[in-house]
């Protein structure tokens, strides 16, 4: 499941990106309702979890111009008020969920699922990704080969994860750029290649045959040579 959190509390956003990551889902952030509201009307996202108060755009009036665009991407407010008439507003501006502040991340995670299930999307990813005799276990956060463990760096393991996620398939530097680095924006600087270098060295090094390919001038690719 792809999740856009609208948050300008940095503590909180970062809290909660953390935590639906771990339980295997993708999140993505935006500070403020402008930045929220261009994420969302081209994100592809399941459901939109939106702080009710935000700089530039309050969170009712970024869903209010969603639905107005025709977007029916599940929101759910999250808010401090917590009043009858305060829930009233936000579910009638177009919002499918409303959460008060202080919540349990628990009761968070099953209303976003509910949600996710109503639009049909998938609950979660898959805990463990495997090409070949490469395994990727992400919940453990550890990954083998032939049985070997592969210690990695936290960035490494998230490069490796999306790799391996798209295994098969061209990965190209903006995909990286914007799930792995989370630029939305080329910053001109080989950072990509130096640790799509480092990887491989740590992945393939000392092994019969390379997982990791570079398509010239197309991205990158998690293959099993082998077969």
């Not at 999250?78 to 008060?100: E, F, I, M, N, T």
């Amino acid at each position: 499941m792809r999740l856009l959190i609208v948050e300008d509390d940095a503590e909180a956003a970062a809290y909660l990106t953390k935590a639906f990551r771990e339980v295997g889902h993708i999140a993505d952030h935006a500070a403020d309702g402008l930045e929220g509201y261009a994420m969302a009307e081209g994100g592809g996202y399941d459901v939109l979890v939106i702080d009710r108060m935000l700089p530039r755009l309050d969170g009712l009036s970024l869903i209010r111009s969603l639905r107005e665009q025709k977007d029916e991407t599940p929101a759910l407010i999250l808010s401090a008020l917590a009043q009858v008439d305060d829930r009233v507003k936000g579910l009638r501006a177009g919002g499918d969920d409303y959460l008060p502040k202080p919540y349990a991340f628990s009761e968070l995670l099953a209303r976003v699922e509910v949600l996710a299930r109503r639009r049909g999307a998938p609950a979660s990813e898959p805990t463990t990704y495997r090409a070949g005799e490469l395994v990727l276990d992400r919940l453990a956060h550890r990954v083998t080969r032939e049985g070997h463990e592969i210690v990695l760096q936290p960035r490494e393991f998230r490069l490796l994860e999306y790799l391996m996620k798209h295994a098969g398939q061209v990965v190209t530097r903006t995909m990286l750029l914007e799930n792995v680095w989370d630029y939305h924006f080329d910053p001109q600087t080989n950072v990509i290649d130096v640790h799509v270098s480092r990887l491989r060295s740590k992945v393939d090094k000392g092994f019969e045959h390379a997982m990791i390919h570079t398509v010239r001038g197309a991205g990158y690719m998690v293959r099993d040579s082998a077969h």
